[in-house]
């Protein structure tokens, strides 16, 4: 639920240097989101903008794959952890973070042995995941001002249809195609 008006969002941005590197279609999802994911979401623009990532670095898409020609750097949306926790399980990333537990925990129980070492095993793999990649992806492209900011995406996966469907959508706004339901 968006906790905000429009009239917040567009002052806080056109208050950053970057809101002219911004898509409409950016802006667009921005005015989507609820007020931590957006605070969140700002924070990562700005540190990133500051020369300090607050997450992992930036980074450029590989050369021969789907996304070249984009980067991207990762925010931290408020289900971030339910996120990475379903991912390392094996788990549709959008379940509840309730369904998540209970898989894992059925589980480890199904295998038998020692559960309390099954789930410290568990909770390893977690932390490691955490400390590394963690949150959605903010697509950019470099551009003759700077970083022209795209999009914010969920991880996909390389080679899959996801991937296929976020490289024609990169392409469509970064040509101005795709125009979002109101002009800012």
Known sequence: MVCHSEEFVLSVLLERDYF?????????QMLS??????????????????????????????????LKGYGHFHYMKEDWAATNLAVISGQPIMQSLDATIDH????????????EAALEQKLRKFSRRTRS????????????????????????????????????????IA??????????
Request: negative net charge.
């Open 133 to 172: 990649a963690s949150g959605d992806w903010v697509l950019y492209r470099d551009g003759p001002n700077g970083r022209e900011y795209l999009a914010i995406n969920p991880h996909v996966e390389p080679g899959s249809e996801e991937e296929q469907a976020l490289s024609r959508l990169l392409d469509r």
């Open 104 to 115: 894992i925990a059925g589980k480890i129980v199904a295998t038998g042995g020692d559960f």
């Open 33 to 66: 989101l609820d007020a931590n994911d957006f605070s969140r979401l700002i924070r990562s623009i700005d540190s990133l903008e500051g020369g300090s990532p607050s997450t992992r670095n930036p980074g450029d898409f590989r050369e021969n794959g789907q």
């Open 175 to 184: 040509a101005g195609e795709c125009e979002p339901a109101a002009k800012f």
């Open 20 to 28: 002219a590197r911004l898509s409409d279609f950016m802006i667009e």
